[in-house]
């Protein structure tokens, strides 16, 4: 393969080893244009086609666990309904009833202290609103989430025309799908709230409504959430980068935040093989197809037509099907299973795989809302309630039906977890049964989640520390050798490297995973 260098134009057959784009003559051009190109190197490449609209594609081999995007945002700010929070840093406010909260001095707006006024975050929109007169006047509640907030990230985007044209000129290229979002009831909503705050209260008339609802609509289709635990930030920042990333129910990519500036790192869960397209996902894992593509349509506006969501049986894990009821009426399998007979089509029937039993596409859906809401209002602070579910519908959904897999992983939370199901509290019997939700659960993910991703990382974290306590138990009691217990502990300190390997990016379990890795291993000394 050769090229031209890029820096005297004389053929080259020597080409940058990280995205192998661009090419040199010699190693002392390479180095010579090194400050020019390396904010410019990436492994990828942006492509458009009429199906995915803008997305990414890898230029060359990238190995798992490699950083394929780091980006600061180039606007950060509160989500469209949000919990009391402060403008400067996005910091949850705590409101307790006869206290105070603090409120910016310039403009009103609740902030953690004093120190917050001078966020660059804040800054802006502060002097704006001083200059129009305008100060903020709102009433606060704990548990309550303020509509107010859903013009401050709109605003600064709008403000960036003023402060920084080339950002603002890259937010306006952006996907908005505004046409499919601006008769939608939200939408009305926002030519009140938003539009009206910017142009009236803030006399922002040098945007149009149109302009307005559209730089809204852009932030709905392209920004991030970003969570901390730390602070309990709930924010959504808007990546330039990142924003070029296609959908994929099945990813490639983990994403995480760091710093005070909220850098996105993107990072391949799997290899990825050049000429590969580079995702995200925008939705969960568990749930069926009927309904990942209806939260798609309904947030992003698109139709995914991913391989899982073109598969009647998703990537064979069925995590969509039900049982046949006539099938088991005629004393066949239980596991003979229900499916669709076009899984892009939401009101295609659904056939069982065995016998000619069908039902409506439509009865389908009715029968997922309403399983849905069952779930919503389980009661989660006991897992009685959620093994009572389960138990209910093993006759009616497949074991691996989405509905089944989203309350066995709570389960899978619970016990080990929560107070009074604590691991050293449970009996034999549920501990058996937490290492085999798990190992249910890792089954399903190796398929549709594979390689370092959180669920993973979880799943295999309390799997481990499951399996060394029934270990510890069963030596104890004399149910297996001390040869037996050292070995179910080996395996457990591999899964829980793996673990610490995928989950070394989860600023809550990091240095939790280490210090168990250092535990783990002391313990693995002395008995041996």
Same mark, same amino acid.
């Given at each position: 393969?050769?090229?031209?260098?890029?820096?005297?134009?004389?053929?080259?057959?020597?080409?940058?080893?990280?995205?192998?784009?661009?090419?040199?003559?010699?190693?002392?051009?390479?180095?010579? $244009?090194?400050?020019?190109?390396?904010?410019?190197?990436?492994?990828?490449?942006?492509?458009?086609?009429?199906?995915?609209?803008?997305?990414?594609?890898?230029?060359?081999?990238?190995?798992?666990?490699?950083?394929?995007?780091?980006?600061?945002?180039?606007?950060?700010?509160?989500?469209?309904?949000?919990?009391?929070?402060?403008?400067?840093?996005?910091?949850?406010?705590?409101?307790?009833?006869? %206290?105070?909260?603090? #409120?910016?001095?310039?403009?009103?707006?609740?902030?953690?202290?004093?120190?917050?006024?001078?966020?660059?975050?804040?800054?802006?929109?502060?002097?704006?609103?001083?200059?129009?007169?305008?100060?903020?006047?709102?009433?606060?509640?704990?548990?309550?989430?303020?509509?107010?907030?859903?013009?401050?990230?709109?605003?600064?985007?709008?403000?960036?025309?003023?402060?920084?044209?080339?950002?603002?000129?890259?937010?306006?290229?952006?996907?908005?799908?505004?046409?499919?979002?601006?008769?939608?009831?939200?939408?009305?909503?926002?030519?009140? =709230?938003?539009?009206?705050?910017?142009?009236?209260?803030?006399?922002?008339?040098?945007?149009?409504? %149109?302009?307005?609802?559209?730089?809204?609509?852009?932030?709905?289709?392209?920004?991030?959430?970003?969570?901390?635990?730390?602070?309990?930030?709930?924010?959504?920042?808007?990546?330039?980068?990142?924003?070029?990333?296609? $959908?994929?129910?099945?990813?490639?990519?983990?994403? *995480?935040?760091?710093?005070?500036?909220?850098?996105?790192?993107?990072?391949?869960?799997?290899?990825? #093989?050049?000429?590969?397209?580079?995702?995200?996902?925008?939705?969960?894992?568990?749930?069926?197809?009927?309904?990942?593509?209806?939260?798609?349509?309904?947030?992003?506006?698109?139709?995914?037509?991913?391989?899982?969501?073109?598969?009647?049986?998703?990537?064979?894990?069925?995590?969509?099907?039900?049982?046949?009821?006539?099938?088991?009426?005629?004393?066949?399998?239980?596991?003979?299973?229900?499916?669709?007979?076009?899984?892009?089509?939401?009101?295609?029937?659904?056939?069982?795989?065995?016998?000619?039993?069908?039902?409506?596409?439509?009865?389908?859906?009715?029968? =997922?809302?309403?399983?849905?809401?069952?779930?919503?209002?389980?009661?989660?602070?006991?897992?009685?309630?959620?093994?009572? *579910?389960?138990?209910?519908?093993?006759?009616?959904?497949?074991?691996?039906?989405?509905?089944?897999?989203?309350?066995?992983?709570?389960?899978?939370?619970?016990?080990?977890?929560?107070?009074?199901?604590?691991?050293?509290?449970?009996?034999?019997?549920?501990?058996?049964? #937490?290492? =085999?939700?798990?190992?249910?659960?890792?089954?399903?993910? +190796?398929?549709?989640?594979?390689?370092?991703?959180?669920?993973?990382?979880?799943?295999?974290?309390?799997?481990?520390?499951?399996?060394?306590?029934?270990?510890?138990?069963?030596?104890?009691?004399?149910?297996?050798?001390?040869?037996?217990?050292? +070995?179910?502990?080996?395996?457990?300190?591999?899964?829980?490297?793996?673990?610490?390997?995928?989950?070394?990016?989860? +600023? +809550?379990?990091?240095?939790?995973?280490?210090?168990?890795?250092?535990?783990?291993?002391?313990?693995?000394?002395?008995?041996?």
């Amino acid at each position: 393969m050769t090229g031209s260098c890029a820096v005297c134009q004389a053929v080259a057959t020597q080409c940058c080893s990280s995205c192998h784009l661009v090419f040199y003559c010699s190693r002392e051009h390479q180095k010579q $244009h090194w400050k020019i190109h390396k904010t410019q190197c990436t492994p990828y490449k942006v492509e458009v086609s009429e199906r995915l609209g803008h997305h990414v594609v890898a230029t060359r081999d990238i190995q798992q666990g490699e950083v394929i995007i780091e980006e600061e945002p180039i606007v950060l700010g509160p989500k469209v309904l949000s919990l009391p929070l402060c403008l400067g840093c996005g910091r949850r406010i705590k409101v307790i009833e006869g %206290e105070e909260v603090y #409120k910016c001095s310039g403009c009103g707006w609740p902030l953690c202290g004093s120190h917050c006024e001078t966020s660059p975050f804040h800054v802006p929109e502060c002097n704006l609103m001083k200059e129009r007169g305008f100060r903020a006047d709102i009433n606060l509640k704990e548990d309550k989430k303020e509509a107010a907030y859903c013009s401050i990230t709109p605003l600064r985007c709008l403000l960036l025309k003023k402060h920084d044209q080339s950002k603002y000129e890259g937010i306006v290229k952006m996907q908005s799908h505004l046409k499919e979002r601006r008769d939608t009831p939200l939408y009305n909503i926002f030519k009140n =709230n938003v539009v009206g705050f910017l142009r009236n209260a803030l006399g922002m008339t040098e945007f149009s409504e %149109e302009t307005i609802l559209r730089i809204t609509a852009i932030l709905d289709t392209n920004s991030f959430e970003i969570r901390r635990s730390e602070g309990d930030i709930k924010v959504r920042g808007l990546y330039s980068k990142a924003a070029m990333l296609s $959908h994929d129910c099945k990813p490639n990519t983990k994403h *995480f935040f760091r710093g005070p500036k909220y850098t996105l790192k993107l990072v391949s869960t799997v290899p990825i #093989k050049k000429g590969e397209i580079i995702c995200v996902t925008y939705t969960q894992t568990l749930w069926g197809t009927l309904e990942r593509r209806a939260h798609l349509k309904q947030s992003k506006c698109f139709d995914c037509t991913c391989l899982r969501c073109s598969d009647a049986t998703e990537l064979g894990t069925y995590i969509g099907a039900i049982n046949c009821s006539q099938c088991k009426k005629s004393g066949g399998k239980r596991n003979d299973k229900l499916i669709s007979t076009s899984p892009l089509e939401p009101s295609a029937p659904w056939k069982c795989e065995v016998c000619s039993h069908t039902i409506p596409g439509r009865q389908m859906a009715w029968g =997922n809302d309403a399983i849905r809401r069952e779930i919503s209002a389980l009661d989660k602070s006991k897992p009685q309630g959620l093994e009572d *579910f389960l138990d209910k519908y093993k006759g009616a959904l497949h074991p691996a039906n989405g509905h089944i897999l989203e309350v066995k992983y709570a389960l899978s939370q619970m016990y080990g977890n929560m107070q009074g199901f604590l691991l050293s509290e449970l009996p034999d019997r549920l501990l058996e049964r #937490k290492i =085999n939700l798990c190992t249910e659960l890792l089954e399903i993910a +190796d398929v549709l989640d594979p390689g370092s991703t959180r669920l993973r990382g979880v799943l295999l974290y309390d799997l481990q520390a499951t399996m060394v306590v029934q270990a510890k138990r069963d030596l104890a009691s004399d149910k297996i050798t001390k040869a037996a217990a050292q +070995d179910i502990m080996g395996e457990s300190m591999t899964l829980l490297q793996l673990a610490a390997e995928i989950l070394k990016t989860e +600023d +809550d379990m990091a240095h939790l995973l280490q210090d168990k890795l250092a535990n783990l291993s002391k313990e693995l000394e002395c008995d041996s």
